[in-house]
């Protein structure tokens, strides 16, 4: 297990990589930011993961934990670190037994379009540690594949609910 370091927003300017993907999806802020918080749904849309546990008790916000466990039987221990209902979530992991990681965060950010519609930005944060810094060096494009094909996933999920 390693811990990793605990990071704050700034990190998404300042991380050695981040990904950004965008797309509109045909579902409210308020649908998609509901889903998010639901445990279950995460695995129905994340291959990776396998389950999903809130440490903190409703109502969620800044500071809030949770555990993700991942179908190769690792896991990640995050905390949130930004959270606006309907509006915006972001963690960091705080520990993980997913070797070559200092640092990791992701935030998801919704914007309300017109006709029930909704942009999300999903964009991912890494500092990554000993040989993972020369695979996102050299596959860092495909690793971003995997991300836009779990969002085109989510975009599936959700406007079917």
């Known amino acids: 297990m390693a811990i990793c370091r605990t990071v704050d927003m700034s990190f998404f300017d300042t991380a050695p990589k981040v990904f950004t993907n965008t797309l509109e999806i045909d579902a409210s802020a308020g649908t998609i930011f509901a889903s998010f918080q639901r445990a279950e749904d995460w695995p129905l849309w994340v291959?990776?993961?396998?389950?999903?546990?809130?440490?903190?008790?409703?109502?969620?916000?800044?500071?809030?934990?949770?555990?993700?466990?991942?179908?190769?039987?690792?896991?990640?221990?995050?905390?949130?670190?930004?959270?606006?209902?309907?509006?915006q979530m972001a963690f960091c992991f705080t520990e993980t037994d997913q070797p070559g990681t200092h640092a990791f965060a992701e935030d998801y950010q919704l914007t309300e379009l017109p006709g029930g519609r909704c942009k999300l930005v999903w964009r991912v944060a890494f500092d990554p540690a000993g040989v993972s810094k020369l695979i996102f060096l050299l596959f860092g494009f495909a690793i971003n594949k995997v991300f836009k094909t779990a969002l085109g996933e989510f975009k599936v999920f959700i406007e079917q609910k």
């Open 47 to 87: 291959d990776s993961i396998a389950n999903v546990e809130w440490k903190t008790p409703t109502p969620f916000g800044i500071g809030t934990t949770r555990r993700v466990t991942f179908t190769n039987d690792k896991f990640a221990d995050e905390l949130f670190i930004a959270w606006q209902e309907d509006k």
